[in-house]
């Protein structure tokens, strides 16, 4: 069975090297040149992406990427005053398996893991596809696929193709999200300093591996700005006219968005289809069921979402009606929950007044001063995120399809 995977970030690398393990020829398309170098932000893998990523035998190098970062700094807006806050013990009271790493990594380490065996299309995109599989590309030369599955994020070219325009299936939260690459990664060594403003954060954290630096702005807004997703410089002026005059911090690392290496933007906004899949084609992570950028545990419902997808199509025996449906009905309970808690992360992120302000500044202060079991009892009241997606159990697909392989040969040289 020939498969068709758009997008190479996170989810369409680990989609493929899983496809490929359970046997079918995997083929992925990416709009970018090479393996995508955009900028992103730090990212969580919590307990089962951890354990998703071990099975592909890459855990070591995650782990030796990881970003290290041990120690909050926060500014409150305004004050001259910082609380600092030991961030192993938030980390270790969500989840008894975590990782932060930059997103660029994840996604080399992931591609590193399947390049040997899948054919990757660089600098190509899918242009249209029919019902039984044919597609066309802006460069390639039309092939034929069995399947075709999106896996390129929220700005979806497959889910726009499969699903066209569908009122009510995105939903803007209000708030925006830019991360910029800084030179200047000496700074901050294991530390992440945050400006918080009513309506408005910002933070900075070093890596210590990569002799760079990120600097993540987080922003509400009531209405959805006019800009489009590929117009850069006006990205940047919105991000200029959000942050300018916060901190002398701030208007710094802002003075250097012309000439960054690297830079994103976009909305942070969740998708709500009632079903990913349609016909020969389906979606998976960002692109089928985005919870919301940077507020919490997109990435690990995309590495499971993979996971779950490739596992689910072995199971049934490349019967894509059915393992869709499974893929659909083991996901959508986690999809849900995770909606909600990143609705409850944008608000804890992005404060909309001064005693939001003061609450988080005095909680930063309780935490660093409490004694070590109240201390943990109050972390683990607070840290919904990394407890609902380290709570996502994921099945063993390849023990279990291999038995099942292994009965029906049995079954058919005993016949």
């Not at 992931?110 to 242009?127: K, M, N, P, R, W």
């Not at 708030?175 to 800084?182: D, K």
């Not at 006019?226 to 117009?231: F, P, V």
């Not at 909309?352 to 109050?378: K, N, V, Y």
Request: glycine share 10%.
């Amino acid at each position: 069975m020939r498969i068709l995977v758009s997008g190479a970030g996170v989810a369409g690398p680990v989609l493929a090297y899983w496809l490929n393990r359970h046997g079918f020829s995997v083929t992925a398309v990416e709009r970018a040149a090479t393996v995508r170098k955009t900028g992103g932000h730090a990212v969580d893998l919590f307990r089962p992406a951890v354990e998703i990523s071990e099975r592909m035998g890459v855990l070591d190098r995650i782990e030796g990427c990881a970003t290290g970062t041990a120690r909050l700094t926060l500014r409150p807006e305004g004050s001259s005053r910082a609380v600092r806050v030991d961030l192993g013990k938030i980390f270790s009271a969500a989840s008894d398996r975590h990782v932060e790493i930059m997103r660029d990594d994840l996604s080399e380490i992931y591609y590193d893991a399947t390049c040997d065996d899948v054919e990757y299309l660089f600098g190509d995109s899918i242009t249209a596809f029919s019902p039984d599989g044919e597609v066309r590309f802006e460069n390639a030369a039309p092939r034929r696929f069995d399947l075709i599955i999106g896996a390129d994020g929220l700005h979806s070219t497959v889910r726009r193709l499969a699903f066209g325009d569908q009122p009510g299936s995105s939903a803007f939260i209000g708030a925006y999200l830019g991360v910029l690459t800084l030179r200047d990664a000496a700074a901050l060594e294991r530390e992440l300093l945050i400006h918080v403003g009513v309506g408005r954060t910002v933070g900075m954290y070093g890596t210590r591996h990569s002799g760079e630096a990120r600097a993540l702005f987080l922003f509400h807004s009531e209405q959805e700005l006019d800009y489009h997703y590929r117009d850069v410089p006006r990205q940047k002026e919105l991000l200029r006219n959000a942050f300018q005059g916060m901190h002398p911090d701030v208007d710094h690392w802002l003075s250097e968005l012309d000439s960054t290496p690297a830079f994103y933007f976009d909305s942070i906004t969740q998708l709500h289809l009632n079903t990913w899949s349609r016909g020969r084609v389906t979606l998976v992570g960002d692109a089928g069921y985005c919870p919301g950028p940077a507020v919490g545990g997109s990435t690990t419902l995309a590495v499971v979402g993979a996971y779950v997808l490739a596992g689910e199509l072995a199971r049934a025996g490349g019967n894509h009606e059915r393992a869709f449906a499974a893929y659909e009905r083991v996901m959508t309970p986690h999809i849900q929950a995770g909606r909600a808690a990143a609705l409850s992360a944008a608000k804890t992120l992005i404060l909309a007044s001064h005693l939001g302000i003061t609450g988080l500044t005095q909680g930063a202060r309780l935490i660093s001063a409490l004694p070590a079991r109240p201390r943990r009892a109050l972390l683990r009241l607070a840290s919904k995120t990394g407890r609902l997606y380290s709570s996502m159990p994921i099945d063993d697909y390849e023990h279990q399809n291999q038995s099942a392989w292994a009965t029906t040969r049995t079954g058919v040289d005993e016949g």
